[in-house]
């Protein structure tokens, strides 16, 4: 039996790809590596900016993400002084770059006060030239915060782009996954938010919670509905460690998470979706919601994930070059993200101009990271673009690829190798598959704390 055979008679939830490689592949660098060598030689023509906010207003029992729950008043204004310290350095390290995108996730960054947000984009435009009238601009909020005062500010400065959690409309669903939230709350702040008339809205919801039936699921799925999304986000459920479901020792069985998907993807193609991986999906222009033909990506210049390098500011966020990525150290237990937030909020600004925890790509990863985040998408990996990046075969250079059609899982047309619809559900199978023995290993032995 090959390994693929291996994962594919295990769990289809193996792990979620969305990044390569995970932080949980990070270590303190060998040396310390200045900003300024780290990006030389980089394209800066389209650079992607991420700013990160470690807050929220309560730590939901599934969340692993580096966040922390209402923190004291006075953190607030000492994260937004350390974060402005580390985006000066970097922008005097990287040397003039054009953003193309930018987002500020977290966390909810709706937790900070509609002046503390304000001032997060002063200092991305002031800094760095970063101007969501200019470019596309998406902000991740919360029911609870979600407030006319804050959906202003993004409204004014331009913001495309509101991404909300809502997990489900079920009320005894969201109890038992450790996010108690009142239905009414998510719909006022859905009302809100479209009044604003925001280009693009994004709904992230969860299957597989406990308690979730078919109809529940698809309950949610009709409510999601009302508001028209352009976007939404279908998670799967995981129970990962030291977050509040694992210590409550919940579980998930696989077959219901997989039925789930199953309904809810059918869903979302007959009500005029497209399926961009295995969680996103779009509305059609054609839908008779849609407003414009092309309501996502509308200024340019657009972003490339697989080649394009971004700029990582906040506690949480990492950054990347094509040879580096490097953040801040990584937990989501409460204590450990406390000593690591103190630690950045203390930093004085020359630490931040130089790169000390991160993981250095080879070639070889290099091209590993460029075949997984193509792959995953409905698109595929696009053979002819993978040999102009890298001179090379992408099924000589990982030819385990070659498997992926023997099983189903893929097909190769037009000059990609496309995910069949069995390979796309199985995504969350595939992408830890086709992660490298360094990786795996050194994620296996990573010490969460």
């Not at 980089?42 to 939901?60: G, K, N, Q, T, W």
């Not at 580096?324 to 409460?334: F, I, N, P, R």
Request: glycine letters at 8%.
């Amino acid at each position: 039996m090959t390994r693929l055979e291996r994962m594919l008679a295990g769990t289809p939830y193996a792990g979620y790809a969305y990044a390569y490689p995970h932080k949980t592949a990070y270590r303190p660098l060998e040396r310390p590596v200045p900003l300024r060598e780290a990006w030389t030689g980089e394209d800066r023509s389209a650079v992607f900016l991420y700013i990160h906010v470690p807050f929220c207003e309560m730590r939901c029992g599934f969340c692993n993400l580096f966040t922390t729950a209402n923190p004291a008043a006075e953190v607030e204004g000492r994260y937004l002084d350390a974060l402005r310290r580390e985006a000066a350095q970097a922008q005097e390290a990287i040397g003039p770059a054009h953003v193309a995108r930018m987002a500020v996730g977290g966390g909810t960054p709706t937790y900070l006060p509609a002046t503390a947000l304000d001032a997060v984009f002063d200092l991305a435009q002031e800094l760095l030239g970063a101007d969501p009238r200019d470019i596309s601009a998406s902000v991740e909020t919360s029911p609870q915060t979600a407030t006319p005062e804050r959906l202003q500010v993004l409204h004014d400065r331009g913001v495309e782009r509101i991404s909300i959690g809502v997990q489900s409309f079920t009320e005894e669903e969201t109890r038992a996954a450790g996010r108690p939230q009142r239905v009414t709350d998510v719909e006022m702040a859905l009302e809100r938010i479209r009044n604003a008339a925001f280009p693009v809205l994004n709904l992230d919801l969860i299957y597989g919670l406990p308690g979730q039936t078919e109809d529940s699921w698809r309950a949610s799925l009709r409510a999601a509905l009302r508001y028209a999304p352009e976007e939404l986000y279908l998670y799967p459920l995981y129970v990962r460690p030291l977050t509040g479901l694992d210590r409550r020792g919940a579980r998930t069985w696989d077959e219901q998470r997989l039925a789930l998907y199953r309904s809810g993807r059918d869903f979302l193609l007959e009500a005029g979706y497209a399926q961009l991986s295995m969680r996103s999906f779009r509305r059609t222009p054609e839908h008779p919601n849609t407003r414009t033909p092309e309501h996502l990506n509308t200024r340019t210049p657009e972003y490339c994930c697989q080649e394009d390098g971004m700029i990582g500011l906040g506690c949480g966020a990492r950054s990347y070059t094509r040879a580096l990525h490097y953040s801040q150290e990584y937990a989501v237990g409460a204590r450990g993200v406390r000593e690591i937030l103190a630690e950045y909020l203390q930093r004085p600004a020359e630490a931040f101009a130089r790169a000390e925890y991160g993981f250095q790509l080879d070639p070889e990863e290099q091209r590993r990271r460029y075949a997984i985040k193509s792959l995953l998408r409905c698109e595929g990996l696009s053979l002819v673009a993978y040999r102009a990046r890298f001179g090379s075969e992408a099924g000589e250079d990982l030819p385990e690829l070659q498997e992926l059609p023997e099983h189903g899982l893929a097909r190769q047309e037009s000059g990609c190798l496309c995910l069949t619809e069995a390979g796309l559900e199985r995504s969350d199978t595939l992408g830890p598959w086709l992660y490298s023995e360094a990786v795996r290993r050194r994620s296996e032995a990573f010490e969460l704390r």
